[in-house]
T-cell receptor, first 112, second 113 residues
Framework: ETGVTQSPTHLIKTRGQQVTLRCSSQSGHNTVSWYQQALGQGPQFIFQYYREEENGRGNFPPRFSGLQFPNYSSELNVNALELDDSALYLC???????????FGQGTRLTVV | AQSVTQLDSQVPVFEEAPVELRCNYSSSVSVYLFWYVQYPNQGLQLLLKYLSGSTLVKGINGFEAEFNKSQTSFHLRKPSVHISDTAEYFCAGRGSNDYKLSFGAGTTVTVRA
């Protein structure tokens, strides 16, 4: 059974650019959630995808968008990057109705 | 909406001593509570969870937590820590019908020899 995998592990972008982060969910999981963890803080919920549809959204602007594919993998896209977008982005997968979320290793995004 | 507060930002502790990390939650509905550990440059690993039933929950690596509804607390404990327990610990919660986890700000545990 493979766990949640994210790519890339690190990347550096310039302010104003766009970025795409990727997540492969754990085998058997159909729900993917994305979280942003700024340095020294707890993770903050961005949104969740279930059956290729956005299932809930946190307090993030529309330039944060996502996709879920038929194999349940997911992408997080961020447009018009700002310096404050620098953070660890965590993906978590779960089964719909399941109690537990399993997290990937995260992608460390640095915006300069 | 569910909110979670971790009362200690940093906890230094000597090896083989006990440790307690405090977490309070606020919710008027049935709540699920979790403790996660994060090692440097890694993701989150689940230590234990409370869904219902027994208020004393045992997790991995010798950790346990007690759900206290009257005090709206879910404190994490370990009777004897190791150097390898040095990490960031996060308390998280969600309503039983909710889809998102709300996390506390984290507690940094530093174990010294």
């Amino acid at each position: 059974e493979t766990g949640v995998t994210q790519s890339p592990t690190h990347l550096i972008k310039t302010r104003g650019q766009q970025v795409t982060l990727r997540c492969s969910s754990q085998s058997g999981h159909n729900t993917v959630s994305w979280y942003q963890q700024a340095l020294g803080q707890g993770p903050q919920f961005i949104f969740q995808y279930y059956r290729e549809e956005e299932n809930g959204r946190g307090n993030f602007p529309p330039r944060f968008s996502g996709l879920q594919f038929p194999n349940y993998s997911s992408e997080l896209n961020v447009n018009a990057l700002e310096l404050d977008d620098s953070a660890l982005y965590l993906c978590a997968s779960s089964s719909q109705g399941g109690s537990e979320a399993f997290f990937g290793q995260g992608t460390r995004l640095t915006v300069v | 909406a569910q909110s979670v507060t971790q009362l200690d930002s940093q906890v230094p502790v000597f090896e083989e001593a006990p440790v307690e990390l405090r977490c309070n939650y606020s919710s008027s509905v049935s709540v699920y509570l979790f403790w996660y550990v994060q090692y440097p440059n890694q993701g989150l690993q689940l230590l234990l969870k409370y869904l219902s039933g027994s208020t004393l929950v045992k997790g991995i690596n010798g950790f346990e937590a007690e759900f206290n509804k009257s005090q709206t607390s879910f404190h994490l404990r370990k009777p004897s820590v190791h150097i390898s327990d040095t990490a960031e610990y996060f308390c998280a919660g969600r309503g039983s019908n909710d889809y998102k986890l709300s996390f506390g700000a984290g507690t940094t545990v530093t174990v010294r020899a």
